[in-house]
């Protein structure tokens, strides 16, 4: 990998990929001066199309890479990839993918980035990445410690300990939606595992419970988690118990990880987090019910950066290891 040895200098910009099962997003992350907050443009999204297998998607990063390189008015002094799956926290590469990225386990992604592109280059995990960027530039900054949980179609999750990730011996902490939850009774998880929280507590489980179906059985898209939480606000009630059970289920599961990791707050993002007041109001009383009196004044808050968390959070990633890369 190019390395170079001296901090870069304002302005330049990082070119972020951030690569889930659905789309390839990328954007310029531009640091215009020391302390200023980054700022993200050029923003391009292709569809991931994971059906093809690991090489194509690969493939396209590296054309999504070039088309923003050729777009950049400041140096852009590398890659910073946050890409689904659990990656190797020394290679940047794969170690890990479940089948909704098949042939995506093994791919060297931080190599064939910089050996394309002649640059130095990193990949983190997604929800690690989204993580790291709040840590740095929104809701979690100058925190002591923060459990990020995402809510989303799955439940992820990440520990950030003064500004870092805590990435887990082989890439793989913050798993919290694969943790046991008393209200999932054997229910199966993408995982492969049962009684698992993402089974009550996500997306996917609020619109299975609301449309009367189990957490993994086929569900009727024209009814999903905006639909329901604006019937619930016009007085369905059976959309009101769904947003409450999942609502409650969650805080009863983020109670239990505060009760181990005591972080100074809880951060909360993932399209759920819209559900609306009911869900919030229900998420609370949960949390009350199972953290320890020391930790019941957590405080829960909402993300800041949205969709931009993890093209930033990986941007950070790529200057953390340019910085580590010139220590050396
Ligand atoms: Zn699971």
Known sequence: MPSPTQPPSHPFSVVALDVGGTKIAGALVTYPRKGAHPDVSHLASVPTDAA??????????????????AQATHPVIGIGADTAGVVDPETGSIAYANQIMPGWTGRPVARRLTDELDLPASNMGDVHAHALGEARWGAAVGLHSCLMVGIGTGLGGAFILDGKVVRGFRGAAGHIGHTLHHLANDLPCACGGSSHAETVTSGTALC?????????????????????????ETGD???????????????????????????????????????????????????QSQALTPLSDTRIIEGALGSRAPLIGAAENLLDSIASTAKE
Not at 215 to 231: K, N, T, Y
């Open 52 to 69: 093809r297998g690991g090489a194509a998607v690969l493939d396209d990063m590296v054309e999504v890479a070039h088309g923003l390189i």
């Open 237 to 287: 009630q059976r959309a009101i118990e769904a947003i409450e059970f999942a609502g409650n289920a969650l805080g009863q599961a983020v109670g239990s990880w505060c009760n181990i990791l005591d972080p100074e707050a809880v951060v909360l993002s993932g399209s759920v987090v819209n559900a609306g007041p009911r869900w919030r109001y229900a998420l609370e009383q949960g949390f």
């Open 208 to 232: 299975a419970r609301y449309q009367g179906r189990r957490f993994g059985d086929e569900l009727d898209p024209s009814c999903m988690g905006a639909e329901i939480a604006r019937r619930a």
